[in-house]
């Protein structure tokens, strides 16, 4: 019995040793593959994040060259604003909402760099909010205390004609209808450039 009892101890630890050496193994591969699968996580989310940036000029569904799509939007105020109307005019269509981060940027510069600018010129600054409800744009306006001129798209249909995704957007369009620049987002240098491409198709 004793014998047995020796070899049923020598058995139990042998297999402790071999668990041991094994749990031991795998602590030590584990960081490395760990690693190895966060450097893999890291270099996807880079991938889809490069993606990312190239997907709103794919959601672009009109481009420079284009006839802007005609459209009658309803105003703040409760009046309706048709494009076509304003032909003769250089018009800045510009799609935002009241939650984009981006959008109040672009909203900022709009009474002194767009709006006092270019007063008294033909020039019409037209911006859409898109998908949100008049009591959106209402709370909004109060907040900030912007009285320009704005469009109501809650539906999103004239804002489906122009793009499939993603704002501020900005359509340039000159006195024939034509879309001279469209741009996505919103960066200082970028609405700039846009400022400097009104203040030229305002002079032709």
Do not use: H
Request: glycine residues 8%; proline residues 4%; contains cysteine.
């Amino acid at each position: 019995m004793a014998t047995r009892t020796k070899k049923k101890s020598n058995n139990t630890l042998w297999l402790l040793l071999l668990l041991i050496v094994v749990v031991g193994a795998l602590v030590f591969l584990l960081p490395d593959g760990g690693e190895k699968s966060a450097a893999g996580t890291t270099t996807e989310a880079q991938a889809d994040a490069e993606a990312a940036e190239e997907m709103p000029d794919a959601q672009t569904r009109v481009n420079v060259g284009d006839q802007a799509p005609d459209f009658t939007v309803e105003m703040f105020d409760g009046s309706r604003t048709t494009l076509s109307s304003l032909r003769g005019k250089v018009v800045l269509l510009n799609f935002w909402a009241t939650w984009c981060p981006p959008c109040r940027q672009e909203l900022t510069r709009v009474q002194s760099d767009l709006i006092d600018r270019f007063a008294g010129r033909d020039f019409v600054f037209l911006p859409v909010s898109r998908g949100e409800e008049r009591a959106d744009v209402e709370a909004f306006r109060q907040k900030t205390g912007y009285t320009f001129a704005m469009g109501l798209d809650p539906d999103q249909k004239v804002y489906d004609l122009y793009a499939g995704n993603y704002i501020p957007r900005n359509f340039l369009i000159d006195r024939d209808g034509k879309v001279l620049l469209a741009s996505v987002g919103y960066e200082p240098e970028e609405f700039d450039a846009l400022l400097d491409a009104i203040e030229k198709a305002l002079g032709q």
